[in-house]
């Protein structure tokens, strides 16, 4: 199964400030990635092509990276998942900046299952919980994602069998 699952927010701010932003991906001062309420992004070294890692159980590997401009993951994990994500700011008007997210991929065998009744709800919360702090570190006003039932479904599910939870304060299930 073929999947384009694109994501983007227009910014009011420069490209410098928000390319910034991809830049500190998986650092200690990462003020994209909303590591507070999902599973940190991590690598066995900083920012650059090479680098290996990912977040939860999704592991990636840097495959491009344009500093201040775009970072390009290839998935090697879980199986099944073949293709990439990536991040890309780019100029839409003067003193506006277009962040993207796109996830493209095909799936294969049990993830043709998994990706749309458990990854992609969850991935679509975190993107735009990403979104938000991106607008939100930069002092414009956040779109202000919510979490369905489904995600806080998914969330509390996956929470009890890691012993780890990460709560929205407006989550309910679980609580």
Not at 84 to 100: D, I, K, M
């Amino acid at each position: 199964m073929r999947i384009l699952n694109v994501h983007e927010r227009i910014i009011a701010k420069s490209i410098d400030a928000v390319g910034g932003l991809i830049d500190g991906l998986a650092s200690p001062a990462d003020r994209l990635w909303p590591h507070e309420l999902w599973p940190a992004m991590r690598f066995d070294r900083p920012l650059a092509v090479g680098a290996r890692g990912g977040h939860g159980p999704i592991r990636y590997d840097v495959a491009a990276y344009a500093p201040g401009r775009s970072v390009r993951f290839a998935f090697t994990g879980p199986k099944g998942f073949d293709g990439f994500h990536e991040f890309v700011a780019e100029p839409c008007s003067p003193g506006s900046t277009r962040l993207r997210h796109t996830l493209q991929m095909r799936t294969t065998g049990p993830a043709r299952l998994s990706w749309p009744l458990v990854f992609r709800p969850l991935h679509d919360a975190l993107i735009e919980d990403a979104l938000d702090k991106a607008q939100r570190v930069l002092g414009c006003e956040p779109a202000g994602a919510h979490w369905s039932t489904r995600v806080r479904l998914l969330r509390w599910i996956v929470s009890r069998r890691s012993g780890q939870a990460k709560r929205r304060p407006d989550a309910t299930v679980g609580s």
